[in-house]
């Protein structure tokens, strides 16, 4: 399972010289970027644990796409990655915005995760998991919609995108919402997504609404 993942990012790094001098674009390029959810020691470059992919533990990522690439390679949290983006070419790196030394960013996605950067650099926390604020528990007591989270109550599981699906599915299987067009969702698919949801709230569905609501409720808290 690794190396096919691995042999995927070599060839998206190879796609991404279509269309250019392939060979003086890449003498150009002096490294790789690598962002990776899950627990990464950074020093080695190794992947330690995965949530998404369980059989990866102690990966050396580095090690394996430098030797497949022969450029160096950075691995970093893929949150961190995303607020570089930001900081780079987006939202953060505006010329509106003064102090770029001081900067926070929350995504939401499949998980819940934040991006800190105090004083100009990464804040990662003794073992690297400062930003992991998506594990930070909001609902002491409270539901645990997966069996990989570990304990009950997490802001994931209230507001990441899975979240919002499984809530509303598991709603649908249990109330009597027969007027809502996600109904039909489920009948066909067996299960809905956040984007059903999300789609369902922007058509006035109320349904849709309420169970957005609540995550954006979450969210704001």
Same mark, same amino acid.
């Given at each position: 399972?690794?190396?096919?993942?691995?042999?995927?990012?070599?060839?998206?790094?190879?796609? *991404?010289?279509?269309?250019?001098?392939?060979?003086?674009? %890449?003498?150009?390029?002096?490294?790789?970027?690598?962002?990776?959810?899950? !627990?990464?020691? @950074?020093?080695?470059?190794? *992947?330690?644990?995965?949530?998404?992919?369980?059989? %990866?533990?102690?990966?050396?990522?580095?090690?394996?796409?430098?030797?497949?690439?022969?450029?160096?390679?950075?691995?970093?949290?893929?949150?961190?990655?995303?607020? /570089?983006?930001? #900081? %780079?070419? +987006?939202?953060?790196?505006?010329?509106?915005?003064?102090? #770029?030394?001081?900067?926070?960013?929350?995504?939401?996605?499949?998980? !819940? +995760?934040?991006?800190?950067?105090?004083?100009?650099?990464?804040?990662? +926390?003794?073992?690297?998991? &400062?930003?992991?604020?998506?594990?930070?528990?909001?609902?002491?007591?409270?539901?645990? /919609?997966?069996?990989?989270?570990?304990?009950?109550?997490? @802001?994931?599981?209230?507001? =990441?995108?899975?979240?919002?699906?499984?809530?509303?599915?598991?709603?649908?299987?249990?109330?009597?919402?027969?007027? =809502?067009? /996600?109904?039909?969702?489920? =009948?066909?698919?067996?299960?809905?997504?956040?984007?059903?949801?999300?789609?369902?709230?922007?058509?006035?569905?109320? @349904?849709?609404? &309420?169970?957005?609501?609540?995550?954006?409720?979450? !969210? &704001?808290?």
């Amino acid at each position: 399972e690794s190396e096919q993942v691995i042999d995927l990012i070599v060839s998206q790094v190879k796609d *991404l010289l279509k269309g250019t001098d392939e060979n003086e674009t %890449w003498n150009v390029i002096q490294g790789v970027g690598v962002g990776c959810p899950g !627990i990464i020691d @950074f020093e080695q470059g190794i *992947l330690k644990r995965l949530a998404n992919f369980p059989t %990866w533990t102690q990966v050396p990522l580095k090690d394996i796409l430098e030797t497949k690439l022969g450029k160096p390679v950075y691995i970093e949290n893929d949150a961190n990655t995303a607020l /570089l983006s930001e #900081l %780079w070419t +987006g939202a953060a790196g505006c010329r509106n915005l003064t102090n #770029l030394d001081n900067v926070c960013m929350l995504t939401l996605g499949t998980g !819940i +995760g934040a991006a800190i950067i105090a004083n100009g650099t990464f804040l990662r +926390g003794a073992t690297g998991m &400062a930003g992991e604020v998506g594990h930070c528990i909001i609902e002491p007591n409270g539901k645990r /919609l997966s069996t990989s989270t570990g304990v009950n109550g997490i @802001f994931e599981e209230y507001a =990441s995108a899975r979240a919002i699906g499984n809530t509303a599915s598991k709603r649908l299987k249990t109330s009597l919402a027969e007027e =809502s067009s /996600l109904r039909k969702v489920m =009948s066909s698919k067996g299960s809905v997504s956040a984007e059903d949801v999300f789609n369902a709230a922007k058509e006035g569905d109320a @349904f849709g609404l &309420a169970v957005y609501d609540e995550a954006c409720d979450y !969210i &704001a808290v």
